[in-house]
């Protein structure tokens, strides 16, 4: 008996494929039997072999001319850069993933797998351990990276009711960890101390990127759908976070933290908005529900995890999110807390503005 046409192999094409999340999916995908072929689609050639280059802007509205023998869709190209504008980086966040959506449909592309962040739950210190995968979204739009998951996700809802025929599949990752990874939550462990919020006490869960392009490469075969949550099983308890990286905390009243935070970003010293301080001292653990019914185990625990981040940062100093020289950490080592950085940081742009 022929093999259907319905079950043969999918042709999947990947955007941002030269690099990041994108090259490891790629290369993860690129000799595998479950894919008849690969595509990727990039700005410039990566180097991958075995697969089908497309060298394209993915904003660029003849996307769809490029797709028209295509599968499936895993969109990865996207600007999450702590350094980039914040209206540049969203500006292109948005309209890539608007002209990946609006070209699928177009070229009948029949599944499109996107990824945002479990941050979409929302971090909060009353929050349920774990949340559920089908919960509220319940985190503030913002300026930050946060803010453009949002409006990302805003842009998949609109494009389930306009094109009815196109399935999208949302993965929210918990913290990402790997080579690369640069984020408040990566920078929160280059500080000499860990930030605490007094009367709260964080969990922490992380999701390596190893982990996610396994969920990407089952998401792509239609495996899962819809919305799902992507990260370490369990959680780790801060105590225990402080005992794996040898940190100790420092305690500091809500008010105090997030207003001087959102004074340093306004000032421009720090590169996220205050609400994205709510991750690093707020729980926002998610439960894997639909991978784990799908049969998906993750490769890394949220322990191996956490030792790769810490094997990572080596060399690396930020407080606040804010990155420091050497020299600059050697000094707020001796006596760091949000609230002294954050004066000292104020009179010295205050200063320097009389001066002017």
Not at 257 to 282: C, E, K, M, N, S
Request: charged share 25%; net charge neutral; with cysteine.
């Amino acid at each position: 008996m022929p093999t259907s046409k319905r079950l043969r192999p999918p042709v999947v094409a990947v955007t941002g494929a030269a690099s990041g999340i994108g090259r490891a999916f790629l290369a993860k995908v690129a000799s595998s039997a479950d894919f008849r072929r690969v595509v990727a689609i990039d700005e410039q050639r990566g180097d991958v072999p075995d697969v089908t280059w497309r060298v394209l802007d993915v904003r660029d509205p003849l996307l769809a001319n490029r797709i028209s023998d295509i599968d499936v869709l895993v969109h990865l190209s996207a600007d999450y850069a702590l350094g980039s504008d914040a209206g540049e980086r969203r500006a292109y966040n948005l309209r890539a993933a608007q002209t990946v959506l609006t070209a699928s449909a177009a070229a009948r592309v029949r599944r499109v797998v996107l990824v945002t962040s479990a941050m979409v739950y929302g971090a909060a210190p009353d929050n349920e351990v774990p949340l559920p995968e089908d919960g509220a979204v319940a985190a503030e739009p913002d300026t930050g990276m946060v803010g453009d998951h949002l409006e990302i996700e805003a842009l998949v809802r609109r494009s389930l009711r306009s094109h009815p025929g196109l399935e999208v599949t949302v993965l929210r990752p918990a913290a990402l960890v790997g080579p690369g990874v640069d984020s408040v939550v990566t920078r929160h462990f280059e500080a000499p101390r860990l930030l605490t919020v007094k009367g709260c006490s964080p969990r922490w869960q992380f999701c390596h990127i190893d982990d996610l392009v396994s969920a990407l490469e089952l998401a792509a075969l239609g495996a899962v759908s819809g919305v799902v949550a992507v990260g370490g099983e369990g959680w780790l308890e801060q105590e225990q976070v402080e005992e794996i990286s040898g940190l100790r905390r420092f305690e500091l009243p809500a008010g105090l933290t997030f207003g001087t935070a959102q004074r340093l970003h306004r000032l421009g010293i720090t590169p996220a908005p205050a609400a994205d301080l709510h991750y690093v001292v707020y729980p926002w653990v998610v439960d894997c529900a639909a991978l784990r019914a799908a049969g998906w185990k993750p490769q890394w625990t949220n322990e191996a995890a956490f030792a790769h981040l810490l094997e990572l940062r080596e060399g690396k100093h930020a407080v606040v999110g804010r990155r420091l020289s050497g020299k600059e950490a050697t000094i707020t080592a001796a006596g760091a807390t949000v609230a002294v950085l954050g004066t000292a940081a104020i009179v010295r742009v205050a200063r320097k503005k009389r001066r002017t």
